[in-house]
């Protein structure tokens, strides 16, 4: 009798449908994924303007300003 196969559990990320699929291509495939995401992104960002609004657009801002604000101290500092 042979023992079990070892398997190394996977990333959270990866149960989540869309983004695990694209996270795992990413990582393990190809590069070019990531313009697929970038447009899926795009297009959810329409679609949630579209249903609720100038307030999908501000959340989106709102969510956005660690970002660039992280961004700009790593311009700041050169790196």
Do not use: C
């Amino acid at each position: 009798m042979t023992p079990p196969a070892l398997t190394l559990p996977r990333p959270w990320y990866f149960s989540i449908p869309l983004f695990g699929w694209i996270a795992h291509d990413l990582i393990h495939k190809d590069q070019e994924n990531i313009y697929y995401f970038l447009v899926i992104i795009v297009a959810l960002l329409v679609l949630a303007v579209r249903f609720w609004g100038l307030v999908a657009l501000t959340m989106t801002a709102l969510a956005a300003v660690p970002l660039v604000f992280l961004l700009l101290i790593l311009i700041t500092l050169g790196k």
